[in-house]
């Protein structure tokens, strides 16, 4: 597998859950890390919690439902490294409640953080990735992407058309050494994947889930997948019990 070592590698909604695990996970391979997010003094917390010279880690404060908080992100990378290795779109939203209970807000933040915003890395990152002739895109996806899970309509329509999306433009790039892999992690104990809706019909998240790290583990083993091969697609589960 190959080394992430001072690598650039770039994380979305990092400041907190899976994207906070990522970063953690990434630090032990020693990459030089782009930690993303709204939450500025969460962000900065994280950053100083990992055990990587300062050199090696910045943050950025951009709203990615935004093309211009995209660009930024991506701009920010691009001038402090010259070069991105691996993108990880991880920051998603999802509103749980049954459909007669979700609002149009509620409906365009889900889609717009979890799908659009994937859009805009794809339309501001691929011509560079194309120029330099290399680079991966991670999109973080879900199980309910792959089954819709009820008290959770649109986002399982979210991330079941990311999943489609990231497939076909997959497909697009990949005779230009360009990888775009997606993960789909079932139930994770996150305050996203442990939230529960007050609505007896609504979704109930699973008794066993899996941990950040596991998620994060998996994500770490798509980075490190040698450069001519790699995973469109592939789902973390956890077992069905845990001692």
Do not use: W
Not at 13 to 37: M, N, Y
Request: overall charge positive.
């Amino acid at each position: 597998m190959r080394s992430l070592k001072d690598k650039v590698v770039v994380i979305t909604g990092a400041s907190r859950g899976i994207g906070e695990g990522i970063a953690r996970v990434f630090a032990a391979e020693h990459p030089k890390l782009v930690l993303c997010g709204r939450d500025k003094e969460r962000l900065q917390k994280v950053a100083k919690s990992l055990p990587l010279p300062r050199s090696h880690v910045s943050t950025v404060i951009a709203d990615i439902t935004r093309a211009s908080g995209m660009k930024k992100i991506i701009d920010a990378a691009y001038k402090r490294h010259g070069v991105i290795d691996v993108f990880i779109n991880n920051a998603g939203v999802g509103a749980r409640k049954n459909l007669l209970d979700t609002t149009e807000e509620d409906y365009d933040l889900t889609m717009d953080t979890n799908l659009k915003a994937v859009f805009y890395s794809f339309k501001m990152l691929l011509p560079r990735m194309l120029k330099q002739d290399f680079g991966h895109i991670i999109n973080i996806s879900s199980g309910a992407g792959r089954i819709g899970m009820p008290g959770l309509a649109v986002y399982s329509a979210s991330k079941a058309a990311l999943n489609a999306f990231s497939e076909a433009v997959a497909g697009e790039v990949r005779n230009d050494n360009i990888k775009i892999s997606v993960l789909a992690p079932s139930s994770t104990d996150t305050s996203f994947g442990s939230g529960r809706s007050s609505k007896k019909s609504a979704h109930r998240s699973a008794t066993v889930r899996l941990t950040v790290d596991e998620v994060a583990e998996a994500v770490l083993f798509l980075a490190k997948q040698n450069e001519n091969a790699f995973t469109s697609m592939a789902d973390i589960r956890p077992l069905i019990t845990r001692k």
